[in-house]
C-alpha cells in the first residue's frame, strides 16, 4: 500500500513537496522518499514506525533529505530505555574475515590487492554489499548489532514542539565498537 502511495508521489516527478502518509499503517520509512529531491513536507503521523530511516542508514543522508516539515508523532518510536544484553564473542565467519580484510585493504589502495580483485568479479560482487561501522568507519559484510541513534532534526525543520530527537538506524560492524558508541546510541533487543 505504502508503495502504491509513493508511486503516485513520483509520478508527480522529482518536484513532489509535499508527502503524506498519515495514518496509512506503514512500519518503516520508505526508501522510495530518497528519490524526491524536492521534498519539502512528510507527513509519517499515526504509523507503525519504530525507527527512521531504516534504507537511510546515516545521519548525513537523513539531514539531507532537504525537509523544511517533519511530524511523525503517534508512532511507537523506540525509547531511550536502555536494557542490559548478555555480550558474545565476536564469531565471524572465513568469508567475513577475509572480506574485512580484502576491503581495508583495498581502502589502503594495496596494488597487489586492487590487481587482485580485477581478476575476480564474484570477490567484487560481495564485496559490494558491505557496510561502513557508524563508530570506527570500517567496513564489514554482514550486519552484526543494529542499534538506534537519537539524533536532533535539522534546525531549519519545521516539526512538532514535542519531537526533540529522531530515532536513526545505525549499524555496527562488532561488540568492540558497540562499547564505544556514544550515549545517544542503543543496541535494539528484542524484550
Known amino acids: 500500500m505504502t508503495e502504491r502511495l509513493l508511486v503516485r508521489a513520483l509520478k508527480g516527478g522529482k518536484d513532489t513537496k509535499i508527502v503524506t502518509l498519515n495514518g496509512k499503517g506503514i512500519?518503516?520509512?520508505p526508501s522510495a522518499l530518497s528519490k524526491l529531491p524536492g521534498l519539502k513536507?512528510?507527513?509519517?503521523q499515526n504509523n507503525q514506525i519504530r525507527k527512521v530511516c531504516p534504507e537511510i542508514s546515516t545521519l548525513t543522508q537523513f539531514q539531507n533529505l532537504k525537509l523544511k516539515e517533519f511530524y511523525c508523532e503517534g508512532n511507537p518510536l523506540f525509547l531511550k530505555k536502555?536494557?542490559?544484553?548478555?555480550?558474545?564473542?565476536?564469531?565471524?565467519?572465513?568469508?567475513?574475515?577475509?572480506?574485512?580484510f580484502i576491503m581495508n585493504e583495498l581502502e589502503g589502495k594495496s596494488?597487489?590487492?586492487?590487481?587482485?580483485?580485477?581478476r575476480h568479479p564474484q570477490v567484487r560482487n560481495i564485496i559490494s554489499q558491505r557496510r561502513k561501522c557508524a563508530i570506527c568507519g570500517k567496513y564489514f559484510l554482514t550486519i552484526w548489532l543494529e542499534c538506534?541513534?537519537?539524533?536532533?532534526?535539522?534546525?531549519?525543520?519545521k516539526i512538532s514542539r514535542n519531537l526533540k530527537l529522531v530515532p536513526l538506524r545505525i549499524l555496527i560492524c562488532s561488540y568492540n565498537c558497540f562499547n564505544k558508541r556514544g550515549p545517544n546510541l542503543f543496541g535494539i533487543a528484542q524484550v
Open 148 to 157: 538506534v541513534e537519537f539524533v536532533p532534526p535539522p534546525k531549519n525543520w
Open 82 to 100: 536502555p536494557v542490559n544484553a548478555i555480550q558474545q564473542e565476536d564469531a565471524w565467519s572465513l568469508q567475513e574475515i577475509t572480506s574485512r
Open 111 to 118: 596494488p597487489f590487492i586492487m590487481q587482485a580483485i580485477q
Open 41 to 44: 513536507t512528510l507527513d509519517l
Open 27 to 29: 512500519t518503516k520509512m
